[in-house]
Nanobody, 112 residues
C-alpha cells in the first residue's frame, strides 16, 4: 500500500478544509486508517481513526469539529475539518494503522 495526501492549504480561523488520502493497491479495505498531525519539534499525534467497518475515534481536541470517513470503493480516506483554529496548524499525515505505511504529509496552516 502507498498513500498520497492532498487538500492542505492556508485557511482563516473558523474556516474548513477537507483532506484526502488516496491508497494504491488492493488491500486498503483490510486496514483501519488514521490521520495524524505533527508540528516541528513535537511528536506525531493521532487526530482521528476509522476502522475497517467505519467506526471512528477522535482526539479530544478535534471532537465535533473534524470528521473522518472512508470510501473503500475509491481506496480513499477523508478528514473534514471545520471551525479550524490556529492551533490546528500542522503537517497532516495518513497511516494504515499498525503498519509502517505513511503518506508524505500535507501542510495545513490556519492564520488570518
Amino acid at each position: 500500500v502507498q498513500l498520497v495526501e492532498s487538500g492542505g492549504g492556508l485557511v482563516q480561523p473558523g474556516g474548513s478544509l477537507r483532506l484526502s488520502c488516496a491508497a494504491s493497491g488492493s488491500l486498503f479495505s483490510r486496514y483501519a486508517m488514521g490521520w495524524y498531525r505533527q508540528a516541528p519539534g513535537k511528536q506525531r499525534e493521532l487526530v482521528a481513526l476509522v476502522t475497517r467497518n467505519g467506526g471512528t475515534n477522535y482526539a479530544d481536541s478535534v471532537k465535533v469539529r473534524f470528521t473522518i470517513a472512508r470510501d473503500n470503493a475509491k481506496n480513499t480516506v477523508y478528514l473534514q475539518m471545520n471551525s479550524l483554529k490556529p492551533e490546528d496548524t500542522d503537517v497532516y499525515y495518513c497511516n494504515a494503522i499498525s503498519t509502517s505505511v505513511w503518506g508524505q504529509g500535507t501542510q495545513v496552516t490556519v492564520s488570518s
